[in-house]
Protein backbone atom coordinates (compact mmCIF):
# COMPACT_ATOMS: atom_id res chain seq x y z
CA UNK A 1 0.00 0.00 0.00
CA UNK A 2 1.47 3.36 -0.94
CA UNK A 3 1.33 5.68 2.11
CA UNK A 4 -0.08 9.49 1.01
CA UNK A 5 1.88 12.23 2.74
CA UNK A 6 1.20 15.42 3.07
CA UNK A 7 3.61 18.17 1.90
CA UNK A 8 5.12 20.27 4.63
CA UNK A 9 3.78 24.32 4.56
CA UNK A 10 7.02 25.55 3.97
CA UNK A 11 7.72 23.48 1.02
CA UNK A 12 4.12 24.14 -0.35
CA UNK A 13 5.17 27.35 -0.18
CA UNK A 14 8.42 27.06 -1.88
CA UNK A 15 6.86 25.56 -4.56
CA UNK A 16 4.10 28.24 -5.41
CA UNK A 17 7.46 30.91 -4.71
CA UNK A 18 8.86 28.99 -7.59
CA UNK A 19 6.37 28.79 -10.35
CA UNK A 20 5.69 32.54 -9.90
CA UNK A 21 7.72 34.94 -11.87
CA UNK A 22 9.54 37.47 -9.65
CA UNK A 23 8.64 41.33 -9.40
CA UNK A 24 10.89 43.64 -8.77
CA UNK A 25 10.21 46.82 -7.66
CA UNK A 26 10.59 49.54 -10.32
CA UNK A 27 9.81 53.02 -10.10
CA UNK A 28 10.88 56.45 -8.12
CA UNK A 29 9.86 55.82 -4.07
CA UNK A 30 6.28 57.05 -3.33
CA UNK A 31 7.37 60.51 -1.84
CA UNK A 32 8.63 61.80 -5.40
CA UNK A 33 7.46 63.73 -7.66
CA UNK A 34 7.10 63.47 -11.22
CA UNK A 35 7.60 67.42 -12.34
CA UNK A 36 5.24 68.51 -15.26
CA UNK A 37 7.65 70.76 -16.12
CA UNK A 38 7.70 69.42 -20.37
CA UNK A 39 11.38 70.89 -20.50
CA UNK A 40 12.45 68.18 -18.23
CA UNK A 41 11.26 65.25 -20.36
CA UNK A 42 13.13 63.31 -23.16
CA UNK A 43 12.46 61.10 -25.66
CA UNK A 44 15.09 58.57 -27.31
CA UNK A 45 14.70 58.79 -31.26
CA UNK A 46 13.47 55.64 -31.61
CA UNK A 47 10.58 56.64 -29.98
CA UNK A 48 10.92 53.48 -26.99
CA UNK A 49 12.68 55.05 -24.40
CA UNK A 50 11.27 57.94 -22.11
CA UNK A 51 12.96 60.37 -19.42
CA UNK A 52 10.97 61.00 -16.81
CA UNK A 53 12.62 63.69 -13.54
CA UNK A 54 10.85 62.97 -10.44
CA UNK A 55 11.60 65.30 -7.18
CA UNK A 56 11.81 65.26 -3.06
CA UNK A 57 10.67 68.59 -1.45
CA UNK A 58 11.39 67.82 2.50
CA UNK A 59 10.54 71.63 3.27
CA UNK A 60 13.62 72.59 4.91
CA UNK A 61 15.77 73.58 1.38
CA UNK A 62 16.94 70.00 0.99
CA UNK A 63 15.34 69.53 -2.66
CA UNK A 64 16.21 65.86 -3.85
CA UNK A 65 16.27 65.22 -8.20
CA UNK A 66 15.97 61.38 -9.46
CA UNK A 67 16.00 60.59 -13.27
CA UNK A 68 14.59 57.27 -14.30
CA UNK A 69 14.30 55.91 -18.09
CA UNK A 70 10.81 54.59 -19.25
CA UNK A 71 11.30 51.64 -21.79
CA UNK A 72 7.13 50.37 -21.70
CA UNK A 73 6.47 49.82 -17.81
CA UNK A 74 10.22 49.00 -17.35
CA UNK A 75 11.81 51.99 -15.15
CA UNK A 76 15.35 52.15 -14.73
CA UNK A 77 17.19 55.06 -12.12
CA UNK A 78 19.63 56.75 -13.84
CA UNK A 79 21.92 57.40 -10.94
CA UNK A 80 23.19 59.39 -9.00
CA UNK A 81 20.57 61.07 -7.59
CA UNK A 82 21.17 65.32 -7.68
CA UNK A 83 19.82 68.40 -6.15
CA UNK A 84 18.41 69.67 -9.47
CA UNK A 85 16.91 68.47 -12.75
CA UNK A 86 19.09 67.83 -15.77
CA UNK A 87 19.15 67.80 -19.68
CA UNK A 88 19.53 64.73 -21.20
CA UNK A 89 20.82 64.16 -24.94
CA UNK A 90 20.85 60.46 -26.92
CA UNK A 91 22.85 59.54 -30.04
CA UNK A 92 20.57 58.94 -33.05
CA UNK A 93 20.92 55.11 -32.66
CA UNK A 94 19.36 55.37 -29.42
CA UNK A 95 22.15 53.72 -27.77
CA UNK A 96 23.97 56.58 -25.82
CA UNK A 97 22.11 58.85 -23.47
CA UNK A 98 24.41 62.07 -21.69
CA UNK A 99 22.91 64.15 -18.99
CA UNK A 100 23.51 67.59 -18.93
CA UNK A 101 23.58 67.64 -14.88
CA UNK A 102 23.56 71.60 -13.25
CA UNK A 103 25.22 71.30 -9.82
CA UNK A 104 25.03 74.70 -8.65
CA UNK A 105 25.13 78.48 -9.93
CA UNK A 106 27.29 78.12 -13.37
CA UNK A 107 28.42 74.99 -12.67
CA UNK A 108 27.45 71.54 -14.27
CA UNK A 109 28.93 67.90 -14.52
CA UNK A 110 27.74 65.30 -17.30
CA UNK A 111 27.15 61.45 -17.16
CA UNK A 112 27.08 59.12 -19.50
CA UNK A 113 24.91 56.07 -19.98
CA UNK A 114 24.79 53.03 -22.51
CA UNK A 115 22.06 50.58 -23.22
CA UNK A 116 22.85 46.65 -22.23
CA UNK A 117 20.32 44.46 -22.01
CA UNK A 118 17.82 46.59 -22.68
CA UNK A 119 18.49 49.21 -20.19
CA UNK A 120 20.47 52.18 -19.70
CA UNK A 121 23.62 51.82 -16.88
CA UNK A 122 26.26 53.95 -16.34
CA UNK A 123 28.73 53.76 -19.29
CA UNK A 124 31.66 54.95 -16.85
CA UNK A 125 32.91 54.53 -13.47
CA UNK A 126 33.24 58.16 -12.86
CA UNK A 127 31.32 60.64 -14.48
CA UNK A 128 32.49 61.97 -17.92
CA UNK A 129 32.84 65.53 -16.68
CA UNK A 130 35.80 63.98 -14.31
CA UNK A 131 36.85 62.02 -16.87
CA UNK A 132 37.32 65.05 -19.15
CA UNK A 133 38.48 67.45 -16.17
CA UNK A 134 41.37 64.45 -15.77
CA UNK A 135 42.36 64.68 -19.25
CA UNK A 136 42.55 68.11 -19.33
CA UNK A 137 45.70 68.44 -16.59
CA UNK A 138 47.37 65.04 -17.80
CA UNK A 139 48.53 67.64 -20.70
CA UNK A 140 51.37 69.35 -20.76
CA UNK A 141 49.86 72.64 -20.88
CA UNK A 142 46.88 72.58 -19.22
CA UNK A 143 48.09 69.97 -15.89
CA UNK A 144 49.06 73.58 -13.88
CA UNK A 145 46.03 75.67 -14.39
CA UNK A 146 43.30 75.74 -11.26
CA UNK A 147 40.06 77.01 -10.88
CA UNK A 148 38.11 77.79 -8.39
CA UNK A 149 34.52 78.26 -9.25
CA UNK A 150 31.95 78.54 -11.95
CA UNK A 151 32.98 74.76 -13.15
CA UNK A 152 31.69 73.84 -16.26
CA UNK A 153 31.66 70.46 -18.44
CA UNK A 154 29.12 71.02 -21.44
CA UNK A 155 28.08 68.65 -24.02
CA UNK A 156 28.81 70.76 -27.62
CA UNK A 157 25.36 70.56 -29.97
CA UNK A 158 25.61 68.40 -32.80
CA UNK A 159 25.55 64.82 -30.86
CA UNK A 160 22.49 63.75 -33.14
CA UNK A 161 23.99 64.13 -36.28
CA UNK A 162 27.99 63.24 -35.46
CA UNK A 163 28.80 67.46 -35.47
CA UNK A 164 28.46 67.37 -39.57
CA UNK A 165 27.51 71.04 -38.64
CA UNK A 166 31.37 71.33 -37.63
CA UNK A 167 32.23 70.20 -41.81
CA UNK A 168 33.77 66.93 -39.79
CA UNK A 169 33.13 63.59 -41.54
CA UNK A 170 33.22 61.34 -38.45
CA UNK A 171 31.22 57.85 -37.70
CA UNK A 172 27.78 58.24 -37.02
CA UNK A 173 27.53 57.63 -32.35
CA UNK A 174 31.01 57.60 -32.06
CA UNK A 175 32.35 60.40 -30.36
CA UNK A 176 31.00 62.94 -27.64
CA UNK A 177 32.35 66.61 -27.60
CA UNK A 178 32.87 68.70 -24.62
CA UNK A 179 33.72 71.76 -24.04
CA UNK A 180 35.19 72.76 -20.30
CA UNK A 181 34.98 76.27 -18.94
CA UNK A 182 35.85 77.91 -15.51
CA UNK A 183 37.08 80.94 -13.35
CA UNK A 184 40.26 81.26 -11.20
CA UNK A 185 39.83 83.63 -7.68
CA UNK A 186 43.54 85.08 -8.20
CA UNK A 187 43.82 87.53 -11.19
CA UNK A 188 45.36 91.15 -11.53
CA UNK A 189 43.61 93.89 -10.28
CA UNK A 190 42.79 95.30 -13.70
CA UNK A 191 40.81 92.17 -14.30
CA UNK A 192 37.10 91.63 -13.86
CA UNK A 193 37.43 87.82 -14.72
CA UNK A 194 39.60 85.25 -15.90
CA UNK A 195 39.86 81.49 -16.38
CA UNK A 196 38.97 79.26 -18.87
CA UNK A 197 36.68 79.72 -21.44
CA UNK A 198 34.79 76.93 -23.63
CA UNK A 199 38.24 74.47 -23.84
CA UNK A 200 37.21 71.68 -26.17
CA UNK A 201 38.28 67.78 -26.65
CA UNK A 202 35.93 64.77 -28.00
CA UNK A 203 35.50 61.58 -26.22
CA UNK A 204 35.49 58.29 -27.72
CA UNK A 205 33.01 55.88 -27.01
CA UNK A 206 34.86 52.64 -28.82
CA UNK A 207 38.27 53.29 -26.81
CA UNK A 208 37.08 55.45 -23.73
CA UNK A 209 39.50 58.13 -24.52
CA UNK A 210 40.08 61.52 -25.39
CA UNK A 211 41.78 63.50 -27.64
CA UNK A 212 41.62 67.48 -28.63
CA UNK A 213 41.17 67.75 -33.18
CA UNK A 214 43.61 70.00 -34.85
CA UNK A 215 40.69 71.89 -35.50
CA UNK A 216 40.21 73.03 -31.89
CA UNK A 217 43.96 73.87 -31.49
CA UNK A 218 43.80 77.68 -31.78
CA UNK A 219 40.58 78.07 -30.02
CA UNK A 220 42.21 76.13 -27.34
CA UNK A 221 45.02 78.02 -26.82
CA UNK A 222 42.66 81.32 -26.48
CA UNK A 223 40.71 79.55 -24.25
CA UNK A 224 43.34 79.04 -21.56
CA UNK A 225 44.05 82.93 -22.00
CA UNK A 226 40.27 83.89 -21.77
CA UNK A 227 39.73 86.80 -19.20
CA UNK A 228 37.43 90.25 -18.83
CA UNK A 229 39.15 93.08 -18.01
CA UNK A 230 37.66 95.94 -15.48
Known amino acids: ?12 LAVMLAATPALAASGPPPDYILTDNADLAFTSP ?7 QYMKDSKDFDVKWQAWARNGERMTELKPEQGYGAGFRFTSDSQWLVRMQKTGSGEQDLFLYHVENGAFVSATKKSLSDLAWAYFHSRPDTKNMKLDYHISANLMKGTEDAYRWLGVD ?61
Not at 47 to 52: L, S, V, Y
Not at 204 to 223: I, L, Q, R, S
Open 170 to 230: WPNNRYLLISLSGEMDKHPKNVAVKGLADWKCRYDHKTGKFDVPAMFAKGNAEALNWEIKR
Open 46 to 52: DGATRIE
Open 1 to 12: MTAFCRPAPWLA
